[in-house]
C-alpha cells in the first residue's frame, strides 16, 4: 500500500466522487475514499488537504489561466477584452472535462457547505483578476467592476454548460454571455 | 435584569460592535455582550441567534428593498431597468447609518469567517432580486444576469461608500458605480 502508486490523485478524486454521490458529501470520511482508490489515507493527504479540498484542487489552474491571460493581453486592449480573453482562456481549461464538471457541481449543489466554498473561491478568483488588472495600469474600481462582471459571466456560462446533458464548447456560451450581460446593462 | 428593555437590540449591537473593535470578533463572548448591554444571555438569544447575526441582521430589510422595487417597477421596464430601482431602493436603506456601516466594514474585514458570511448573503440577495425578476417573466438566464451585474454595482459602491470617513450620499454612488459598469462592459 505505500509503494508509488500512478496517478493516485485522479483514482483519488474519482472515487472521492463516487462516494460522494452514492453516501453524500457529509457521509464520506477520507479512509473510505483511500480505500476504494486501494492507497493508505497517509497517501490521500499527501494529495489533497481534506476531502473538500478533492474538488477544489483545480481552481489554482483556473486562477493562473485567468491571470495570465490578462497579464498577456495587448498592452492596447480595454480591461473588459483583457477580461474577455481571460474567459477564453478559462473555458479552454474547464471545457475539457464536461463529465468531471457535471458530476462535480451535482456534489456541491447538494451540500450548502461546498456551495460556500465555491463562493469564496469565486471571490478569490474575481480578486485576482482585480490584480492582473490593476498590473496593467487599470485603477482600482474599473479593475474590480471588469473582474466582478467576468466572474458573473464565468459562473452563468459553467451553470449552462454543465446543465446540458451531453457535451458542448464552452468557448461560444461564454463569449455569448459576456454578449448577454452588455446587452442587458445596455437596456 | 429580566425586565422589559427599551430598544435592548440596539443596545446588544452597540455593546457587540464595540467589543468586536476592541477585542476583535472572536474573543468576545456572548456573556461579555450582554453583561456590557446591561441585559441577561437570554435577552440577546431573544434578538440574535448567535454573536454573528448580529452584524448580519439587516439583511432580511435589505432583501425586501430589493424584491419590493423589483416587483412595483414599471410593467415596461428592462429587467435592468429594475434592477438600477432595486438599487435605489438599497442605497436609501443601507445610506441612513454611515458610521455603523463604515464600523460594521472594519469588524467584517477582520475577519475571514465573516467575510464568507458576508459573501453568502450577497449570494442570497442575488438569488433573491433575480427570483423577483422571474416572477416578471423575464427569462432565468438574463434575470441571473441582471441580478448578479446588481450585487457587483451594489458591492462596489457600498465599498467605496465605506471607504470615505465623511458620510455621503450612497444614492449617486449607487448609479455613477452602475454607469461606469454599463461603460466598463461597453468598451
Chains 1, 2 share one sequence.
Do not use: C
Not at 489561466?65 to 481571460?86: E, K, N
Not at 467576468?150 to 468557448?171: K, M, N, Q
Amino acid at each position: 500500500m505505500a509503494r508509488w502508486e500512478p496517478d493516485a490523485a485522479g483514482r483519488l478524486r474519482e472515487a472521492a466522487m463516487d462516494l460522494y454521490v452514492e453516501r453524500g458529501f457529509e457521509q464520506t470520511t477520507v479512509a473510505e475514499i483511500a480505500q476504494r482508490a486501494g492507497v493508505t489515507a497517509r497517501t490521500f493527504f499527501r494529495h489533497y488537504a481534506d476531502k473538500r479540498e478533492v474538488l477544489f484542487a483545480g481552481s489554482a489552474d483556473l486562477r493562473n489561466a485567468l491571470t495570465q491571460a490578462i497579464a498577456g493581453a495587448p498592452a492596447t486592449a480595454s480591461p473588459m477584452r483583457a477580461v474577455a480573453l481571460a474567459l477564453d482562456a478559462a473555458a479552454a481549461v474547464l471545457g475539457r472535462r464536461h463529465a468531471f464538471s457535471r458530476r462535480r457541481q451535482g456534489i456541491i449543489d447538494a451540500n450548502p457547505e461546498l456551495r460556500e466554498r465555491e463562493l469564496i473561491k469565486m471571490d478569490t478568483l474575481a480578486a485576482a483578476m482585480a490584480g492582473a488588472l490593476r498590473d496593467r495600469d487599470v485603477p482600482g474600481p474599473a479593475a474590480t467592476l471588469a473582474a466582478e462582471a467576468g466572474i458573473v459571466v464565468l459562473r452563468v456560462a459553467f451553470e449552462r454548460w454543465v446543465s446540458t446533458p451531453h457535451p458542448t464548447d464552452l468557448t461560444p456560451l461564454m463569449r455569448e454571455t459576456l454578449t448577454d450581460l452588455t446587452a442587458i446593462l445596455d437596456r
